[in-house]
């Protein structure tokens, strides 16, 4: 599966964002989607997963309550949108595919580009 993030940019912080991702190639309905970043001279961590069909989301402790995944599976496409945006949420936010449910890179077999989210303070 091909996947293709967008959405990212510079807002301040408490400012909102919404990233894009849509896949191609295969059947989408049939993937878990998550979220990960990596913000300069750190290694890659996982902010959010969906189930396959939507029902079961998860997150990181430190994107819940402000970060929400959500999918399409008619547009092949799922979401990240990020509220209350903080100085820390800065880094390059990349959407993963994954046979199952699952929160560690090494489990999502198929990557999008990554997209930069800067959050000024």
């Known amino acids: 599966v091909q996947l293709q993030a967008s959405g990212g940019g510079v807002a301040q912080a408490g400012g909102s964002l919404r990233l894009s991702c849509a896949a191609s190639?295969?059947?989408?309905?049939?993937?878990?989607m998550g979220w990960f970043r990596q913000a300069p001279g750190k290694e890659r961590e996982f902010v959010a997963v969906?189930?396959?069909?939507?029902?079961?989301?998860y997150y990181a402790d430190s994107v819940k309550g402000r970060f929400t995944i959500s999918r399409e599976n008619a547009k092949s496409t799922v979401y990240l949108q990020m509220n209350s945006l903080k100085p820390e949420d800065t880094a390059v936010y990349y959407c993963?595919?994954?046979?199952?449910?699952?929160?560690?890179?090494?489990?999502?077999?198929?990557w999008g580009q990554g997209t930069l989210v800067t959050v000024s303070s």
């Open positions: 969906i189930s396959e069909s939507g029902g079961r989301t």
């Open positions: 190639g295969r059947t989408f309905s049939l993937y878990v």
């Open positions: 993963a595919a994954a046979p199952f449910i699952a929160t560690t890179p090494p489990a999502f077999e198929w």
